[in-house]
């Protein structure tokens, strides 16, 4: 018999207990990549983090609403959101998205590797996340498409571009495919070793009874 899986608000506040910080503090690349080019309106950035992607859509224009299940995380993206001066553009809120989902429309939802080794229903968030796009608006998912170069993670599965793109379970006609693919990047990993990460990118847009129009 498995184990029951983990709390995930008492992992990830675990992992982002302390001082020191986790993560970067840069934008991912797929993100500033994709929405560079957008017409800033509202964006929801599911499992926030540290808060580095809110605060990046924030000085680009963006009203975000950023969200996380971890208490922890978000007191550390509020404060750095505080220190770069774009907390009136960024709304916080905790949710383990496996049991509650933020409301709204949105004109880009992101989802930048939404793994955990925690409780996450993965697929039914992910489609709660495709009914949050607003028309003509975009879903980017970002996912780690293989383990970390040198872990042993032979008990973890990673979705192909294809196994995320089904378990949307999208209608073809309200929505447009305009990226699927499987990239590998060049990033320093915590321990400051130089690695070779693979990931997932898939980007659609939400589209009127599959009529595409001009970018908003």
Not at 22 to 37: F, H
Not at 105 to 131: I, K, N
């Amino acid at each position: 018999m498995s184990e029951p899986q983990r709390d995930a608000q008492e992992f990830w506040d675990e992992f982002y207990d302390g001082d020191d910080r986790i993560w970067s503090g840069g934008v991912n690349g797929q993100l500033a990549q994709i929405a560079a080019d957008l017409e800033p309106g509202r964006a929801l950035d599911l499992g926030c983090g540290e808060g580095a992607d809110a605060i990046w859509l924030a000085e680009k224009g963006w009203r975000v609403l950023a969200v996380d299940v971890s208490a922890n995380a978000l007191e550390r993206a509020r404060a750095a959101a505080r220190q770069r001066d774009v907390l009136s553009r960024i709304r916080f809120e905790r949710h383990d998205l496996s049991d509650s989902f933020p409301d709204g429309r949105f004109d880009l939802v992101s989802a930048q590797f939404l793994h955990s080794p925690a409780r996450l229903d993965r697929e039914t968030v992910l489609r709660r996340a495709a009914d949050a796009v607003a028309v003509g608006g975009r879903l980017l998912i970002v996912d780690h498409g293989a383990p970390p170069p040198g872990a042993d993670a032979h008990d973890h599965h990673f979705a192909t571009v294809e196994e995320v793109l089904a378990g949307l379970r999208l209608d073809d006609a309200q929505w447009r495919l305009l990226r699927a693919e499987r990239v590998e990047r060049d990033a320093v990993g915590r321990d400051g070793t130089n690695m070779r990460w693979t990931d997932n990118v898939i980007l659609l847009r939400r589209t009127p009874n599959g009529v595409d129009q001009a970018a908003s």
